[in-house]
Nanobody, 126 residues
Framework: QVQLVESGGGLARPGGSLRLSCAASGFTEDDHSIGWFHQAPGKLREGVSCISSSAGKTAYAESTKGRFTISRDNSKKTVYLQMNNLKPEDTGVYYC???????????????????WGLGTDVTVSS
């Protein structure tokens, strides 16, 4: 049974940093892409960043380029999202999701993903 568990959320001040983790279990191989998604209060869920299964290709939403960095440690079956220079608009729930099968590139589209975690809350406020 595939399971994704996010952690690392919390309260940060504008300009501060947080590192989110997504621990994956239930996959027999590392043949899945991982995406991070953000849902701000009252808004739709949107793709933030992703990392592909085979080549480790990454993608970022325009609003996070230069501030967020995604990485994966296959030995720990964990994907990280390092969030720097946080802004109040980064507030919301962050979800990680997994897309099965090997893809050279990853996708920021919600519909591409097969499994979802329950999310972790991030609040950016002074």
């Amino acid at each position: 049974q595939v399971q994704l568990v996010e952690s690392g959320g919390g309260l940060a001040r504008p300009g501060g940093s947080l590192r989110l983790s997504c621990a994956a279990s239930g996959f027999t191989e590392d043949d899945h892409s991982i995406g991070w998604f953000h849902q701000a209060p009252g808004k739709l869920r949107e793709g933030v960043s992703c990392i592909s299964s085979s080549a480790g290709k990454t993608a970022y939403a325009e609003s996070t380029k230069g501030r967020f960095t995604i990485s994966r440690d296959n030995s720990k079956k964990t994907v990280y999202l390092q969030m720097n220079n946080l802004k109040p608009e980064d507030t919301g729930v962050y979800y990680c999701a997994a897309r099965e099968a090997i893809h050279y590139y990853c996708s920021l589209a919600l519909s591409s993903y097969d499994y979802w975690g329950l999310g972790t809350d991030v609040t950016v406020s002074s």
